[in-house]
T-cell receptor
């Protein structure tokens, strides 16, 4: 596809369960970002990948959150022992980043996570 | 850590009126981006400003980056109903080299336009 693809679009889970959210970036985009957006707020940075490695994971709220990008393309955000406060829309974005210049971010439609 | 503040939080205008949203950073930015998010949608890139004092125009939209690279504004002339949405600024601080991909978003300004 032409855009950033995120699955699932909606996920309802129970407190304490494990959740995986998947992001398929635009082909050729080396940079991939995860953001979290709560209602009425701006996107909150979680983690940024350049290729396969996490260049900056300073936004991950605690060790229940983990993200991988093993082949430098698709990424998975993993949340263990979910809590009600984890409920939000999780946005993935990708960009062409060249010579340390952050390019335009292309966002996916997001995965809406609801923890009951 | 870096904070990016936007005002106002809400703006209601009559169609044809002008609109401005302001963005202020607690730290000097290397560059700033602006995004628009329609209700129920995802953020869509509008523009990136890099140079101190830079002004860029896109049709009815004018973007400015402050001389000190700590503030920015977006001005829309003669709003239309299609301008409805939330406008976000997102700042980048080149601290240490590896964090150039980390955009810190403001909380956004929600614009409603009454026909």
């Amino acid at each position: 596809g032409a855009g950033v693809s995120q699955t699932p679009s909606n996920k309802v889970t129970e407190k304490g369960k494990y959740v995986e959210l998947r992001c398929d970036p635009i082909s050729g985009h080396t940079a991939l970002y995860w953001y979290r957006q709560s209602l009425g707020q701006g996107p909150e940075f979680l983690i940024y990948f350049q290729g396969t490695g996490a260049a900056d994971d300073s936004g991950l709220p605690n060790d229940r959150f983990f993200a991988v990008r093993p082949e430098g393309s698709v990424s998975t955000l993993k949340i263990q022992r979910t809590e009600r406060g984890d409920s939000a829309v999780y946005l993935c974005a990708s960009s062409l980043t060249y010579r340390r210049n952050t390019g335009e971010l292309f966002f996916g439609e997001g995965s809406r996570l609801t923890v009951l | 850590g870096q904070q990016v503040m936007q005002i106002p939080q809400y703006q209601h205008v009559q169609e044809g009126e002008d609109f401005t949203t302001y963005c202020n950073s607690s730290t000097t930015l290397s560059n700033i981006q602006w995004y628009k998010q329609r209700p129920g949608g995802h953020p869509v890139f509008l523009i990136q400003l890099v140079k101190s004092g830079e002004v860029k125009k896109q049709k009815r939209l004018t973007f400015q980056f402050g001389e000190a690279k700590k503030n920015s504004s977006l001005h829309i002339t003669a709003t239309q109903t299609t301008d409805v949405g939330t406008y976000f600024c997102a700042g980048i601080t080149n601290a240490g080299g590896t964090s150039y991909g980390k955009l810190t978003f403001g909380q956004g300004t929600i614009l409603t336009v009454h026909p």
